[in-house]
């Protein structure tokens, strides 16, 4: 394990343990081993490792989407399926990064004061590679997206899924409830996706023909002087 992300490690448990305010350089670098100086040599101060460590839950965040997302397509699963997988994975991993933390909600708006540029790169980010993975599933399972949204309008209606749901749950919590309703809102907006062909139905068997044998035709009486 290199010194930088020895660093990462003791900085993540340190503002998980004391939050942002109260965390401070001398805490992080006794929980990573090092003499002060040794730290600053890596990082210029708290603010920096707060970026850092920002930056590396987004990227893992990241990984985990991307994996997610290609288990879910090799499997054969319908959009919905991927999409609310694959944000699953992603908010999980953003979620456990700060599990058991008594200071979640001073992290997250912390986050924007410090990091607002992060936030908005990565929020981008994001948004660019939902509407990537919607327009390859879309043209694979040759789907018709609702309302005849395109690809890019639609993804940014699954990440607005995101902000619904964190509305209602303050810190992203509990998680397990949050994680739930943004997965069902993702897939009530991909139920709407239907095949642009629909397959066409096999004629039915026709029955054998079958030749009726001729019905003998009744023998007429003949009558004598009209009478019978």
């Known amino acids: 394990m290199g010194p930088k992300t020895r660093i990462l490690d003791a900085t993540m448990l340190v503002f998980r343990r004391h939050g942002f305010r109260r965390s401070s350089i001398e805490q992080v670098a006794e929980a990573a081993g090092l003499t002060r100086q040794a730290l600053y040599h890596h990082f210029e101060s708290k603010e920096t490792l707060f970026r850092a460590v920002i930056e590396r839950v987004h ?3 990241i990984a985990a989407e991307d994996t997610a997302i290609a288990e879910a397509e090799a499997a054969g699963s319908d959009l919905g399926d ?4 694959g944000m699953t ?3 999980s991993t953003m979620i456990g990064s700060l599990d058991g933390s008594p200071h979640l909600e001073e992290l997250y708006s912390e986050h924007l004061v410090h990091a607002r540029d992060l936030f908005q790169t990565y929020a981008a980010r994001y948004a660019e590679r939902m509407v990537t993975t919607v ?3 879309v043209r694979k399972q040759q789907l018709a997206l609702p309302q005849d949204l395109t690809p890019a309008e639609f993804a ?6 995101i902000h619904a749901a964190k509305s209602q749950y303050p810190a992203m919590q509990p998680a397990e409830a949050f994680l739930k309703d943004m997965a069902i809102i993702v897939r009530t907006l991909c139920a709407g996706a239907k095949p642009k062909f629909k397959s066409k139905s096999l004629p039915k068997p026709q029955k054998p023909y079958v030749k009726r044998a001729a019905i003998p035709k009744r023998p007429t009486r003949r009558t004598t002087g009209g009478h019978p």
């Open 59 to 61: 990227e893992s965040a």
């Open 89 to 91: 994975a992603r908010m």
């Open 156 to 161: 940014r209606l699954v990440e607005m899924s």
């Open 82 to 85: 991927i999409l609310a997988t």
């Open 135 to 137: 327009a390859r599933v």
